[in-house]
């Protein structure tokens, strides 16, 4: 069965929004690849008929201008956007031999695995997950161009909200094309001048930009360890130093950066991943909107955590606020042609919020080992942090295979429990007693 669906508008077409246009330089020439494409399990609350299901995917449609969108990707480089009235709904029914988390996620893998053809089809499909006949489940993938992890989460909630309410009346949200056109004209004018003050004294003094050469795709070794510390530890002891837990756990990563691979702590630097939904209209856009910035801070000696989290907040802040540039200036400025060139050290923080409570033994005794996992083929900096700040917090490190040892990256991972331990026993603890937390001469016991 194939649905399909009709708005009252017209076909349009826009330029791309600057998070797409970072998108698609990300990729270079490959924009099909299926590496580009992500998969989500939207586990439904009880098993329900398959036509309210499918009554959601179609609102969504109509909904989100983003979901009914395809891409004009010339040799030349004058991408556009094309807004499509009308739109089938990439949709399949599947039935589960077996209704297991494990064959529920093999469904999405399957559909992230084949590759999209976004200038001619949506850049999403979904399948209906059926088990004895009625939905028990959806299956997403989704291209990056169209979807980041913001809008992944926002269409699963959506998605929930529709079913259990078929009813329920949701408001056409901003479209991506509507976006581009606003990031064109005057309205963004004062992201331009917040963009100008975050980045003009990097381009002047380009060994500001947290970078150690090219990013060359290859092996990366991943290791990941799950903290002591929680989510429920985190955030008070955050609120103690007057700040955001995603602002602490960055900058025990920044303190962290001279322990692996011997790199350089002359500045306090790191590459954020930003969200780019600092307007409420954003919040609820279907887009990608992720875009890399740079933080740097000179280091002051004998300084304490407390004052450099208050650095780091403030210039985070500003690196949030010029977000959402435009990728192809900035390369050109910065003299290279990928901004990976540019910023080689990456921290993505991951502020979560769990679906159920989980129950985390705290204590001495408790020291789960360090996992380890090589891609053989990775285009991520050669430097990179992913932190989940949930309950548990989870730490993952990703390096080049040469830049440092196991044994390297075991100690550096453990010696986030040590830092949290020494924050907890004196918040005005010095930065030079927490960079010695990673250090080999440390006991991280």
Not at 42 to 57: F, I, K, N, Q, T
Not at 216 to 238: E, F, H, Q
Request: proline residues 8%.
């Amino acid at each position: 069965m194939t649905l399909s669906v009709s708005t009252s508008g017209t076909s349009h077409e826009a330029p791309l929004t600057f998070g797409q246009l970072s998108v698609l330089r990300s990729l270079r020439d490959d924009v099909n690849t299926i590496s580009a494409n992500k998969r989500r399990v939207v586990d439904l609350p009880g098993p329900v008929p398959v036509e309210r299901v499918r009554s959601a995917l179609k609102a969504m449609v109509r909904r989100h201008e983003g979901l009914r969108t395809v891409f004009h990707l010339p040799a030349d480089g004058t991408a556009k956007q094309m807004v499509l009235a009308a739109f089938p709904v990439p949709e399949r029914l599947v039935e589960l031999p077996e209704d297991t988390p494990a064959v529920r996620a093999a469904v999405a893998a399957t559909l992230e695995a084949e590759p999209f053809d976004i200038e001619h089809e949506p850049g999403w499909r979904a399948a209906v997950l059926t088990s004895g006949g009625v939905a028990v489940g959806v299956a997403l993938a989704m291209h990056h161009m169209l979807a980041d992890g913001w809008a992944s989460r926002l269409l699963e909630r959506e998605l929930l909200r529709l079913v259990e309410d078929p009813a329920v009346d949701l408001a056409p949200a901003l479209g991506p094309a509507h976006l581009a056109l606003r990031q064109q004209g005057p309205d963004w004018d004062m992201y331009r001048t917040l963009f100008e003050e975050h980045w003009e004294p990097m381009f002047r003094q380009p060994e500001r930009f947290p970078s150690d050469g090219v990013t060359a795709a290859g092996p990366r070794i991943i290791a990941t360890a799950v903290l002591k510390s929680s989510r429920t530890d985190l955030d008070p002891l955050a609120r103690r130093l007057g700040v955001f837990s995603s602002t602490l756990v960055t900058a025990l990563a920044m303190l962290s950066w001279p322990a692996v691979g011997g790199l350089d702590d002359a500045t306090h630097s790191a590459t954020l991943m930003n969200g780019g939904r600092l307007d409420a209209d954003l919040e609820t856009l279907v887009s990608s909107q992720n875009q890399i910035v740079p933080v740097g801070l000179p280091r002051c000696q004998n300084e304490t955590l407390r004052n450099l989290l208050g650095r780091l907040q403030n210039a985070t802040t500003d690196a949030a606020m010029a977000g959402m540039y435009d990728v192809d200036e900035v390369c050109a400025r910065g003299g290279v042609s990928n901004i990976n060139d540019l910023m080689d050290f990456w921290v993505n923080v991951m502020v979560e919020t769990p679906r159920a409570p989980l129950t985390v033994e705290t204590g001495p005794a408790v020291r789960p080992a360090v996992q380890f996992q090589t891609l053989p083929y990775c285009a991520w900096p050669h430097f990179y942090y992913r932190i989940s700040v949930d309950d548990p917090v989870t730490v993952a490190l990703s390096v080049k295979p040469e830049a440092a040892s196991p044994a390297d990256l075991e100690r550096v991972l453990r010696g986030w429990d040590t830092a949290l331990a020494r924050v907890h026993e004196d918040p005005d603890v010095t930065v030079a007693e927490i960079a010695n937390c990673f250090l080999p001469n440390e006991r991280n016991a």
